[in-house]
T-cell receptor
Framework: QKEVEQNSGPLSVPEGAIASLNCTYS??????FFWYRQYSGKSPELIMS????GDKEDGRFTAQLNKASQYVSLLIRDSQPSDSATYLC???????????FGKGTHLIIQP | DTAVSQTPKYLVTQMGNDKSIKCEQN?????MYWYKQDSKKFLKIMFS???????INETVPNRFSPKSPDKAHLNLHINSLELGDSAVYFC???????????????FGSGTQLSVL
């Protein structure tokens, strides 16, 4: 059974601090891992993808992957109020199954 | 120009009715999808459609049926609507569902379906 687990939050972080979002997945055959951001009433948008163990940085965002622990995380440095959104972790196993999403973590950046 | 467009944005209807949601993508992508997001914001795949190959999530009731007149369109038909069908339905597309081209899903703006 493919499952992606996230703490639903809300996670409250002061402006300028580091926000840390976590995700675990159950399917060891998973190949690719993604973080999507969804603002209230809007559609999800891709912000990070990661395929191999380690860290991947893009601007203020860092994705971390540990396949042995089946764990993915997203760090947001210098958090801004505009980062307040729901962050969806998604996992792809391969083939035509599409992405399996977690339930999302609601992040609130406090000014 | 909107990459993935779906209509209508809002759909309010009575139980038992049949309704359709349309989706079009102008990105030249090979694969299109329908996702359902329930009230708890859980986003779950319903169908993927690639080069006339339909992959169905086994949990989707057969009242739901995708129709693809061509590669750029994937419509969703729902028969005998039930209260539990109320949700936001997202259409999405990607270049190719094989690894390497799948990573970026482009989502439509969503259709808020309310069944009364």
């Amino acid at each position: 059974q493919k499952e992606v687990e996230q703490n639903s939050g809300p996670l409250s972080v002061p402006e300028g601090a580091i926000a840390s979002l976590n995700c675990t997945y159950s399917d060891r055959g998973s190949q690719s891992f993604f973080w999507y951001r969804q603002y209230s009433g809007k559609s999800p948008e891709l912000i990070m993808s990661i395929y191999s163990n380690g860290d991947k940085e893009d601007g203020r965002f860092t994705a971390q992957l540990n396949k042995a622990s089946q764990y993915v995380s997203l760090l947001i440095r210098d958090s801004q109020p505009s980062d307040s959104a729901t962050y969806l972790c998604a996992v792809y196993r391969g083939g035509a199954d599409g992405l399996t999403f977690g339930k999302g973590t609601h992040l609130i950046i406090q000014p | 120009d909107t990459a993935v467009s779906q209509t209508p944005k809002y759909l309010v209807t009575q139980m038992g009715n049949d309704k359709s949601i349309k989706c079009e993508q102008n990105l030249g992508h090979d694969t299109m999808y329908w996702y359902k997001q329930d009230s708890k914001k859980f986003l779950k795949i319903m169908f993927s459609y690639n080069n006339k190959e339909l992959i169905i999530n086994e949990t989707v009731p057969n009242r739901f049926s995708p129709k693809s007149p061509d590669k750029a369109h994937l419509n969703l038909h729902i028969n005998s609507l039930e209260l539990g069908d109320s949700a936001v339905y997202f259409c999405a597309s990607s270049q190719d569902f094989t690894a390497g081209g799948h990573e970026k899903l482009f989502f439509g703006s969503g259709t808020q379906l309310s069944v009364l």
